[in-house]
Every structure is written in C-alpha cells, then in structure tokens.
C-alpha cells in the first residue's frame, strides 16, 4: 500500500511539474516571441513564482521563510523592465532576475544563502546544467506506472512513444521539407498551408521552455542527494519495444515517403521536376545540408535506441533489428541523394574545399552506419564498436592527407575549365601552397582574360605573404618551400599582370 501511494504521489508531482511547465512554456511564446521585453516580463516572473508556490502547495511542501525576501529584488528588477527603457539597463535587470530565479530553486528547500561563499554564487551562473538529471527524472516518473497491469503499462508505453515520436517526426519533416522542393510542395499541399521558418522556430522554442522549466521546477523540489544515488544505484531507465516500434516504423515511413520522391525526381531525370515548376539547378542545389543533418541525427537517434533499448537477455529483439536494419538503408539512400545533388553542385559550379570534405563526410558516415548495423546484430560490446568508430576516423584523416585535398580541387576546376571554359581564379588563387604546382599551369591556358587575372592573383599573393611567421625557421614547411620556389621562377611574368583589370569572373562559392 505505502509502495503504491509512493508511486501515485511521485506521478501527481511529475503531471503537475509538467503542466505547469507546458502553461509557462506556451506563455513565454505569447509574452515575448517577437516583441521588446515591457510589462511582460514581470507578469511573466510572477507566473513562475506562482508555479512554485501552487507546486509546493499541491506537494505539501513548505518554502523556507528564510528565502522570502529574495522576492523584493526578484519584484523591483522584474518591474523595472516595464518601467526603464535603456537597452543596457534593460539587460542588466532581467539578467538580475534570472540570477535571482536561479538562486530561489538552489535555496527554497535546502541550503541556506547565508552560508553561501563567492564560488557558490559562481556556480550558480551554471546551475541550469544541473537542472537535466531532474528533467529526465521528472519525464520518467510521467511515463512510469510500476505495479499497474498489463493494459496500462501497453496504454502508458504507446502514450510514451506516440510522445517521443512526434518531435523526431517533426524535425525529420522539417529538414527534409527544407531539403526538397518537389517535397516541401506536397507537404504543403497535404497541409495547406507554407511552411515558413517561423513555423520552426517558435514550437522548438516553446518546447524548449517546457523543458527548462520542468528541470528548474523538479530540481528546485529535488529529493535529498541519498535518495537521488539509491535510485541511481537501482534499475537505469530503458525504452520498451512498444515506444521503439513506434518511433522507428514511423521514422521509417516517413524516410520511406521521402526516398519515392528522390527516385522520381532527383534520379528520375529533368523531365519530371520541370513538369512540378522548378529547375534542374534550383532543384539540386537545395538541401544537401538539411540531408546530412538528417544522417546525423539518425545515428545519434539509433546509438541512443540501441544502448538504451529492452534487450532479450543480451540480445536485441528481432522487431528491433528489423526496424534498425530498414532505417539504416534508407538513411544510406538518402545519403546517396545528397552525394548526388553534391555532385550536381560541382558540375555546374566547380569544386570547392567545403564540397570535396562533405562528400568524404558522407562516405565516413556511411561506413559508420555499417559498423553501428554490425554492432547491433553481432559485437554487441560498446567499446569495440567505439574503437572501430575511432579507427575509421583515424583511416579518413590519413586518405584525406594523402589525397591533398586542395591540390584534388585544384586538378578537378581546370579539367571542368577544359570542358566548359568555366574557372574562378580568384578561388583557385586563395587555395594553400599545396595546390601551386597544379594551379600554376593556369598560366598556360589558351584564355588570356583569365590568364592574366589569375597572374595578377598570384603577384598579390607573392606581395602579402612575407610575413615575419613564415619567414622564422619553425614555420617552415615543404609544401610553402616547393610553392616559393615556383612563384619566384614565374615572378617576372607575374609582375607583368600585376594593374590587369579581369573582363569575366566566374565563382565556385555562390552555391556552396
């Protein structure tokens, strides 16, 4: 009976704790987004004053009175916002009421400020760290029903991961709607309405709120710090198979959605997108970046699935593998969109440093999906798969050195010059001494218009870079040495072009 009334008071607390902080979540939206801090701002600090003192109450807990005066500066500087105007002064007050904030969820139940010392009120400038144990302590016990039968823990797991889905769903649609035009035109539709950045912003920005308050609102009612490491010395929180199915079908219907329409059109040739209104070029050179955000955060999304997932003894669950193998592949299709629309970029614009590295990233990810793919259906040892992760990390870095990735570049923009007559000199001029012996040759291009800018690049580059660091002996360096030597063989010819005025100017950087 104790064990259940326990449970029950710790699910009320958590329900409480949280909906107040949804209420203060959705209330700084509507106080502050988009509008200069005035009487909002006090209004808004009484709000959270409120909470605390109806938290407490709803709790049965009592806030030291010895604290009950920090609440005469917390209410000066909070109205102070609504009667100053100066930008500074305006910074300085809310900041003190923030400070103040944080100083009332350290001291209400515990710690007396008197016998605080200076590096306790440093330490208070990062408290807010301290605030995630409790945050995801506070979301457990919300989930959590020990002791209920069968139906309500199925009932309470799919609530758990019908929750836990939809902000992935959301920042999944939102990336990919972004990183696709065609697509972003029929989620549009589906919905009627434009998706603008605001439409973004302002739900992540709520939800972050949300966040921050529960944390402060459940660190501010913390258990003693015995009770806090017995719990953590019991059973470590742990995703069902119920909430996993959940997140990662949906996840992977929605990648699935997502990779029909890169066959259709992105693969499928320019006939199909010009039929939807959009350019081949506007249609590629979208979203490469939106996509490889979309990798990131699926792998993170799976390490943290695969570490924290209910295993069957030591192995995963068949369910798990099979979702887990169906996501991987499709994130390597889309990874394969993105190595795509890349390779677009550069036929039509050139090669660029920042290019060649995100195609090599792309390649490093993928084999780090593989190594994840094989963790979780053979070495299930952590470490090792850390260690493959580093070693692979290690082998990238060695082929990328040996590569030489600006004199690549380099060989890559005049052979495109060859077959287009295109070349961004300047670019091609700020690449390091590792790239001279191949962009000297540009010298002996047929196009005197490019030729002679891009002597006139290399003249000004000979005249800034005697600098007193490269000329001292621990900067030297073989690449510079070998790059010295050719300039200075070509200088006269250089000197020539030093006034030219260049006709024509392509860039390789507008599109990157």
Known sequence: MDTQNSQSNTLIKAGFIAGVSLVLGLLSDYFFYGKIPGISFPL?????????????????????????????????????????????????????????????????FGEKIKNFLIWHYVKIFFLPFKFIRPLFQTLSDLFSLRGANKGQKVLSQAVKGILMTIPVLFVFLLLFSSADLIFQKYVSDLIGIDIEPETIFRPILVLIATLVHIGAYSYSFREK?????????????????????????????????FILVQLTYLFGGESNISAQGFTYAEYARRGFFELIAVAIISLLLLLLAERYVVKKETDHALGF?????????????????????????????GFTILRLYSHAFIILLAVIFCLLLYKIYKDKQENIFAFRVFISIALFLTVINFLNPDAFIARRNIERFVAT?????????R?????????????NISNDDLRKGFSRELYRRTQNGDSLYFSKWQSLNISRMKADKILNLKMRELEQCKDYQQQNFDSVESYD
């Open 321 to 349: 593998k099979i979702l887990s193998t169906a996501l991987v592949v499709q994130v390597i299709l889309i990874m394969a969109s993105a190595f795509t629309r890349l390779s677009l970029y550069e036929q039509a614009y």
């Open 431 to 443: 690449l390091s001494s590792d790239a001279i012996p191949d962009t000297i040759k540009v010298l």
């Open 421 to 429: 007559g295109k070349l961004d000199i300047y670019y091609l001029s």
């Open 44 to 108: 808004y600090i009484l709000l959270v004053v409120t909470g605390l003192f109806a938290t407490a109450n709803i709790l049965k807990k009592q806030i030291s009175k010895k604290i009950i005066w920090l609440f005469v500066p917390l209410t000066f500087f909070s109205a102070m916002v609504f009667v100053r105007s100066s930008g500074l002064l305006t910074f300085l007050n809310i900041s003190a009421s923030l400070l103040l904030l944080l100083i009332i969820a350290e001291v209400s």
């Open 225 to 257: 710090e015995i009770k806090i490491a017995a719990r953590q010395n019991g059973k470590g929180h742990s995703v069902g198979h119920i909430e996993s199915s959940i997140l990662f079908g949906s996840v992977n219907i929605l990648f699935f959605i």
